[in-house]
């Protein structure tokens, strides 16, 4: 029979190493929708172009602690915190793969756009605080996840309320502006897409904030405070 002790070690090794993997696949993560918003709004189609490549990465690093995480379980059979450590991290590298692939989206519109230059700037205001927004959320998310704290993610959903706001505005305004002539309909729909893709990457973001809360605590996803009806300002 197995001494416990090496046992443990070897679990906490592998704890360790998926750990590490994970800090890296969110970093890439969040990397890939700061360059593809600095490729739609700084008009950089490097940034843009450099997107996809790290969309792949994201792709491979999640099969790679899927394939972990599996091992895990079936090696030593984890209870308890390293359990829902492992089984939180298979569910976080979904929500950052989605991330990875919303930021290839926007970065594909902003490569598609780079003639339609003056009616993304006309937009630019709004696309730039919900892209503010959306990546602080992303931010806090990974962090909450990297330092083992629930707290500082309990108010999250609140930041998405706003994000909310934010895209309904914006929405709104190309409306009307592909109705009154001064937006080409493409480019209003390009712009409608990018507020889209922004407004589903902070609901990753609260995902992860919820996953970190039942990771660090056993409570239910449901755990983190829920917005107001309207805006916190």
């Known amino acids: 029979m197995k001494p416990e002790k090496p046992r443990r070690m070897a679990l906490g090794e592998g704890l360790s190493k998926l750990n590490e993997n994970m800090i890296t696949l969110a970093e890439i993560s969040e990397m890939a929708i700061r ?50 450590t492992i089984t939180t991290s298979l569910k976080i590298v979904t929500d950052l793969d989605r991330v990875g692939r919303y930021a290839r989206d926007i970065a594909e519109v902003a490569l598609s756009l780079e003639n339609g230059r003056e009616s993304v700037t006309r937009n630019q205001e709004k696309l730039k605080r919900m892209a503010d927004l959306t990546i602080h ?20 959903a609140e930041f998405d309320n706003a994000v909310d706001d934010l895209y309904d505005e914006l929405y ?30 902070a609901d990753h973001a609260v995902n992860v904030g919820r996953r970190v809360v039942y990771m660090e605590t056993g409570e239910g996803p449901g755990k983190l405070n829920r917005p107001p009806t309207s805006s916190p300002g």
């Open 137 to 156: 959320m992303v931010d806090t998310a990974i962090r909450s996840f990297t330092n083992h704290d629930a707290a500082s993610v309990r108010d999250i």
């Open 35 to 84: 360059k593809a918003m600095g490729g739609l709004l700084e008009s950089d189609s490097a940034q843009a172009r450099e997107v996809s490549t790290l969309d792949r990465e994201i792709y491979a690093l999640q099969n790679v602690i899927e394939k972990t995480c599996v091992d895990l379980i079936a090696l030593h059979a984890p209870v308890a915190k390293d359990l829902r």
């Open 172 to 201: 709104d305004d190309l409306v009307n502006q592909i109705e009154e002539g001064s937006l080409p309909p493409r480019v209003g729909v390009q712009c409608i897409l990018v507020s889209r893709y922004l407004e589903r990457i």
